[in-house]
């Protein structure tokens, strides 16, 4: 027995047609779409839903991450300096 390393063939009505879309804009596109397409073609990904948000609050992100950074140093200092002073 072996196992196929493609996907199935679409089974539904919708699949069936989204199957048909794709390879008809394959072939518009000029690409060969010949036995074992399916193995063929990559999905395509698209971008996350909210990647618009944090390429907006990167600035604010980086500038909080500064002063988390600090606040760090201020308190150890704090700490050293106390125990120093003991």
């Known amino acids: 027995q072996s196992k196929e390393t493609s996907s199935a063939p679409p089974k539904s009505a919708l699949e069936l047609a ?3 879309t794709s390879r008809e804009s ?3 596109a000029g690409q060969n779409v010949g036995a074992g397409g399916w193995a063929k073609v ?3 990904s ?3 839903v909210n990647w618009d948000l944090k390429r907006d609050i990167q600035h604010k992100m980086d500038k909080l991450e500064r002063r988390t950074q600090r ?3 201020d308190l150890l200092r704090g700490r050293l300096e106390r125990e120093a002073a003991e």
């Open 71 to 73: 606040a760090i140093v």
């Open 26 to 28: 394959r072939e518009a």
């Open 42 to 44: 990559t999905p395509v």
């Open 46 to 48: 698209t971008k996350k």
């Open 18 to 20: 989204l199957a048909k």
